[in-house]
């Protein structure tokens, strides 16, 4: 629109059949035309750019508060279903691992408990027929030394039969019954001697028994005391692990939302760039393009702006994964050695319940 007015104004300076003082006018009046034109473009593009300042600004604030309330929305919606899933497979697998650790404990318990019965009576078996067995060689022995030493001292039975002498200086003697009852005593308590001694070793043996049993029976109430710590322990490493499980999830879902969000944000935007190019290429005023062109580029720096934000946002977060990984890692190492540690332990225990 400013060549021709230029065009015009050379053309009015330049008439050769009019005189000088209506070229000066002319040449005049075409400049001030000029003049206002200018300060009218002027005022008009301070106003374009005042009236694109306050709709960039209302449609950001607008725009903030949409997606604010989507992420709200969509953020709660999402855990609440990660979190319903989440605990109903956290009830299965407690569970899960309760019955098979309840299970293989109270087989090897089970086990343990038959081995160390079969090993113990085996001993006690052993022990008591070898006790027996010394008992009646010892009984026996005794027994035949002092039948063979009251064998030679008896008499024949002529000699029992005989009619002893009788002296006046002697006197009577006494009969053979009294001579043979006379060492029956020392037999008698010969007998109960041993039968004291039988009854001693007896005593000593039903003692020893039951401090074995005692033994067993308090290894085995250890045993189960440490079983059910473990379970414990199991159960606060789960429910560890699945807080862990889920806050991880959480994260995951949110950064993965945020993501989508923006690729669908720049999508729109990228769409409304080409329709607005398109459209502005049929236009005649220069005003309008250039208000759009105007806010599509503020527009597209928020968005890159946001873009790169969110993108930070990600890797802090992908690092804070990896750390949390790395620590549930080492926590089921910790769980699985403390178990070796602990099976080896009750290994131990069991082989120190023999009796010996």
Same mark, same amino acid.
């Not at 006790?131 to 010892?138: C, G």
């Given at each position: ?62 725009? %903030?508060?949409? *997606? =604010?309330?989507? +992420?709200?929305? #969509?953020? !709660?919606? /999402? &855990?609440?279903? $990660?979190?319903? @899933? ?34 113990? %009576?085996?001993? *006690? =078996?052993?022990? +008591?027929?070898? #006790?027996? !067995?010394? /008992? &009646?060689?010892? $009984?026996?022995? @005794? ?49 109960? &001697?041993?039968?004291?001694?039988? @009854? ?157």
């Amino acid at each position: 629109m400013e060549e021709p007015e230029s065009l015009t104004y050379t053309k009015t300076c330049e008439k050769p059949s009019e005189n000088t003082f209506s070229k000066l006018e002319r040449c005049s009046t075409a400049s001030n035309k000029h003049i206002n034109q200018s300060s009218l473009y002027t005022q008009i593009d301070k106003k374009l750019d005042t009236k694109l300042a306050n709709n960039t600004a209302v449609m950001k604030s607008q725009i %903030g508060r949409k *997606l =604010d309330t989507k +992420l709200a929305g #969509n953020s !709660a919606m /999402i &855990k609440s279903q $990660v979190g319903k @899933k989440l605990e109903f497979k956290l009830e299965s697998n407690t569970a899960a691992l309760r019955t098979t650790v309840g299970k293989k404990l109270d087989i090897k318990l089970d086990h343990n408990t038959s081995a160390m019965k079969h090993v113990v %009576g085996k001993k *006690l =078996d052993l022990k +008591l027929e070898h #006790n027996t !067995a010394a /008992i &009646k060689n010892v $009984v026996g022995k @005794k027994l035949d030394i002092k039948l063979g030493t009251r064998q030679p001292i008896r008499k024949a039975y002529s000699e029992y039969h005989k009619e002893p002498s009788i002296s006046p200086l002697s006197g009577v003697p006494p009969p053979n019954d009294l001579r043979r009852r006379k060492h029956e005593p020392e037999i008698e308590y010969s007998f109960e &001697k041993e039968a004291k001694e039988i @009854k001693s070793m007896t005593a000593a043996l039903e003692k020893e028994i039951q401090k074995k049993l005692n033994e067993y029976k308090k290894s085995n109430h250890e045993h189960l005391e440490k079983k059910y710590k473990v379970i414990n322990q199991i159960d606060e490493c789960q429910n560890e692990l699945e807080d862990m499980k889920g806050s991880l999830n959480d994260i995951l879902k949110e950064a993965h939302y945020t993501k989508e969000e923006l690729r669908e944000m720049r999508e729109k935007i990228d769409e409304e760039m080409y329709r607005d190019n398109e459209m502005s290429t049929y236009k005649v005023t220069p005003d309008p393009v250039f208000s759009q062109l105007m806010d599509l580029k503020k527009e597209i720096d928020f968005m890159n702006s946001r873009l790169s934000f969110t993108e930070n946002e990600l890797k802090s977060k992908a690092s804070e994964n990896n750390q949390l990984r790395d620590v549930v890692n080492k926590l089921k190492e910790s769980i699985v050695e403390e178990q070796m540690i602990e099976k080896k332990g009750v290994d131990v225990s069991c082989q120190a319940c023999v009796v010996v």
